[in-house]
């Protein structure tokens, strides 16, 4: 397992959670890593991304919600998720991006739930 997601669980609409994604093998995190998320009955989502160097990118609907981050010498990327919403509500996902997500490296998903 190259990717390996964690830190998924039920929280009520207005907490926080923190997932965590522990690459290995040939996977350096300093790699262009982003977190998708996935929810019932629809397509997969760009949540946070690094762009280039240590450049973010967000989905507009989590601006200024979640964070995205990355601890090099633990080879491990982070999504900080607060005041968290309903809608928020998908499996997570996270990847090593390539040019096209067809081509992405995924990590297996973690679910995330809120309650309202």
């Known amino acids: 397992v190259q990717l390996q997601a964690s830190g998924g669980g039920l929280v009520q609409a207005g907490e926080s959670l923190r997932l965590s994604c522990a690459a290995s093998?040939?996977?350096?995190?300093?790699?262009?890593m982003g977190w998708y998320r996935q929810a019932p009955g629809k397509q997969r989502e760009l949540v946070a991304s690094?762009?280039?160097?240590?450049?973010?990118n967000y989905a507009g609907s989590v601006q200024g919600r979640f964070t995205i981050s990355r601890d090099k010498a633990k080879n491990t990327v982070y999504l900080q998720m607060n005041n968290l919403k309903p809608e928020d509500t998908a499996v997570y996902y996270c990847?090593?991006?390539?040019?096209?997500?067809?081509?992405?490296?995924w990590g297996q998903g973690t679910q995330v739930t809120v309650s309202s």
């Open positions: 690094f762009t280039s160097g240590d450049s973010t």
């Open positions: 093998g040939s996977v350096d995190v300093r790699d262009r």
């Open positions: 990847a090593r991006m390539a040019l096209s997500p067809k081509y992405n490296l």
